[in-house]
């Protein structure tokens, strides 16, 4: 089992940053692809960034430019840098974990329980 805490939501004005944390702990934190996904009011979970074990990351298009997924593995931390943040990014954001590398949110077997980003126009 993997536990997944997400951390660092908030409220922000369009144009602004946030930066959001997941905390890992209960295996082998650098065995894991670790993911951000969020879910609007009324909308599916929706895939926004994955990092490999080795650093390779993906985006989904309406991110590119603005949001960075970095990680930690000495924290056993995974981290979104969103910057440029735009009120269509209002959702709440979630972290998981999967030994599988894609995009789907079934490959994602370990999921923290989210956090709310709101931004504002």
């Known amino acids: 089992q993997v536990q997944l805490v997400e951390s660092g939501g908030g409220l922000v004005q369009a144009g602004g940053s946030l930066r959001l944390s997941c905390a890992a702990s209960?295996?082998?934190?650098?065995?894991?692809?670790m993911g951000w996904f969020r879910q609007a009011p009324g909308k599916e979970r929706e895939f926004v960034t994955r990092?490999?074990?080795?650093?390779?990351?993906a985006y989904v298009d309406s991110v590119k430019g603005r949001f960075t997924i970095s990680r930690d593995n000495a924290k056993d931390t995974v981290y979104l840098q969103m910057n440029s943040l735009k009120p269509e990014d209002t959702a709440v954001y979630y972290c998981?974990?999967?030994?599988?590398?894609?995009?789907?949110?079934?490959?994602?077997?370990?999921w923290g329980p989210g956090t709310q980003v709101t931004v504002s126009s």
């Open positions: 990092i490999s074990w080795g650093g390779g990351t």
């Open positions: 209960g295996r082998t934190f650098s065995n894991y692809a």
């Open positions: 998981a974990a999967s030994q599988a590398w894609g995009r789907d949110p079934l490959l994602f077997p370990y």
